[in-house]
Each structure stands twice: as structure tokens, then as C-alpha cells.
């Protein structure tokens, strides 16, 4: 299967440790999302890249909150300190460009639980 | 600043057609309707898009008003398996690089 891969897919921690969530794209695909879903909610955007470079990031991406992609390949989340506000799913995805759709593929999430 | 309005939840009989609407009464020009599903505890999957004409592919049927005010997912015959929250979103093709979800409709697919 060549989709979009997150590992790990369930992590749990306690308040006030770091946490870090990889995301591998699918090959090729250059442009890489962060989402959030907590429950019962649809997911919202976090930040995107194009390759390496980080083009944009929501108000929701606090301080604490980190990516990075840095040979425009995988791509990293990390939280610091966590929070228990921080539980919730990590979504990724990613999308070719160059064609005549954006269309974004997602990959199974990482659920965090901040105890 | 939610651009789409879905029913809540829906119920749909196994085997028979399911029709999603959705509301997009703001949508512009240069603004595609996307659909989405999520089947529990997984990403969000993609189904279908289109801009004004109705499309089809191995998933779904889109149809959409010649106003474009609103359209309607079709699941010609659905399956316990197409059980998921069904998310309908506007998106601005190449530009808006970002999806903006709502609360979507989740369709129970029952025996």
C-alpha cells in the first residue's frame, strides 16, 4: 500500500511531556497537511507544506506546537508540554501538484491522550 | 465561517440509494463542492468533486443545481460499509490549499 502513513497511531502521555507524530506522504506528493479532530468535530487545518518549506499555519498552532519537513520527504509534529486541551486525532495528509486536482489524501491519524 | 450546511445524520436501508444533501448557497464562481467521508477511527476519505456539472466515478454520483446553490452525494446502492460521516466542502481549486470541514452528516446504513 503506498498511502499516506502515521506512526504511531495511538499514543498516550502524561501533562507536560513532549510528543512527536511522523507523517510519510504519498511518494511524490509535495505538499504535506496537519489536521486536528477532536471528537465529534471535523477536522481543522494546522499547517502545510510545499517540499520544506512551511507556507502556512493556523492560530490553532500554538508555541508549543512544531513541524517540520525538512527534506520536503517526511514531515514531523511535535508538541511540547503537553496538554490535556491537546487529546485529540492527528491527521496528515498530502496532494500532487502540477495536475488538474488538489485533492488531498489522508492517512489513518495518530490519537493522542494526554492524561 | 461555515460555507456549507448538511443535515445531521441520516438513515439509510442496505441496497437502496442514499442521497446526501448539502447547502452551499454562498458558493462562488471559482468554488469547487468536494465530498468527503470518514469512517470511524480513520482519515478522512476522498469520494468526489466537481464545479458545476454533475460527475460520476466508482463511489458516487454528484449532483449539483444549476445555481450551484446546492447538490446532492448519491450512494447508488449502499453497503453497512458506507456507514461514515459524510463531510460536503467548498474549496477554491489550486488556492485554497486548506479543507474546511464542518460537523458533516453521519449516514447509518441499517440491514
Known amino acids: 500500500d503506498t498511502g499516506v502513513s502515521q506512526d504511531p497511531r495511538h499514543k498516550i502521555t502524561k501533562r507536560g511531556q513532549n510528543v512527536t507524530f511522523r507523517c510519510d506522504p504519498i511518494s511524490e506528493h509535495n505538499r504535506l497537511y496537519w489536521y486536528r479532530q477532536t471528537l465529534g468535530q471535523g477536522p481543522e487545518f494546522l499547517t502545510y507544506?510545499?517540499?520544506?518549506?512551511?507556507?502556512?499555519k493556523s492560530r490553532l498552532l500554538s508555541d508549543r506546537f512544531s513541524a517540520e519537513r525538512p527534506k520536503g520527504s517526511f514531515s514531523t509534529l511535535e508538541i511540547q508540554r503537553t496538554e490535556q486541551g491537546d487529546s485529540a486525532m492527528y491527521l496528515c495528509?498530502?496532494?500532487?501538484?502540477?495536475?488538474?486536482?488538489?485533492?488531498?489524501?489522508f492517512g489513518p491519524g495518530t490519537r493522542l491522550l494526554v492524561l | 465561517d461555515a460555507k456549507t450546511t448538511q443535515p445531521p445524520s441520516m438513515d439509510c436501508a442496505e441496497g437502496r440509494a442514499a442521497n446526501l444533501p448539502c447547502n452551499h448557497s454562498?458558493?462562488?464562481?471559482?468554488?469547487?463542492v468536494y465530498w468527503y467521508r470518514q469512517i470511524h477511527s480513520q482519515g478522512p476519505q476522498y469520494i468526489i468533486h466537481?464545479?458545476?456539472n454533475n460527475e460520476t466515478n466508482e463511489m458516487a454520483s454528484l449532483i449539483i443545481t444549476e445555481d450551484r446553490k446546492s447538490s446532492t452525494l448519491i450512494l447508488p446502492h449502499a453497503t453497512l460499509r458506507d456507514t461514515a460521516v459524510y463531510y460536503c466542502i467548498v474549496r477554491v481549486e489550486r488556492h485554497d490549499y486548506k479543507l474546511s470541514f464542518g460537523a458533516g452528516t453521519t449516514v447509518t446504513v441499517r440491514a
Open positions: 454562498t458558493i462562488s464562481g471559482n468554488e469547487y
Open positions: 466537481g464545479l458545476k
Open positions: 495528509a498530502s496532494s500532487p501538484t502540477g495536475s488538474s486536482t488538489t485533492t488531498q489524501y
Open positions: 507544506f510545499q517540499n520544506e518549506a512551511q507556507l502556512e
